[in-house]
Nanobody
Framework: QVQLVESGGGLVQPGGSLRLSCAASGSIFSRYHMAWYRQAPGKQRELVAVISSGGSTNYADSVKGRCTISRDNAKNTVYLQMNSLKPEDTAVYYC?????????WGQGTKVTVSS
């Protein structure tokens, strides 16, 4: 199993940037595929970005060119750098780890984009 703790959310103005972090513990982090999801009020949870255990990445069209997912296996941490933030990026952002068909979720960190 793996435990995940997200951090880095907060209030930011449109056009601003945030870097979210997800710290993992309890298992061999490097073997997990990692992803960021988000859930806006009244909407379903949606995939934002993924990074495989080998470092391959993929992004939702809505964030492509504005967000970068990365991982530091030495620190057991995955990051989501978000730039040029828009009000529609407002959501709770969740980190997910996947391995062997098992999914593990963090508790989420709230991002609010507002002037």
């Amino acid at each position: 199993q793996v435990q995940l703790v997200e951090s880095g959310g907060g209030l930011v103005q449109p056009g601003g940037s945030l870097r979210l972090s997800c710290a993992a513990s309890g298992s061999i982090f490097s073997r997990y595929h990692m992803a960021w999801y988000r859930q806006a009020p009244g909407k379903q949870r949606e995939l934002v970005a993924v990074i495989s255990s080998g470092g391959s990445t993929n992004y939702a069209d809505s964030v492509k060119g504005r967000c970068t997912i990365s991982r530091d296996n030495a620190k057991n941490t995955v990051y989501l750098q978000m730039n040029s933030l828009k009000p529609e990026d407002t959501a709770v952002y969740y980190c997910k780890a996947r391995r062997g068909g098992e999914d593990y979720w963090g508790q989420g960190t709230k991002v609010t984009v507002s002037s």
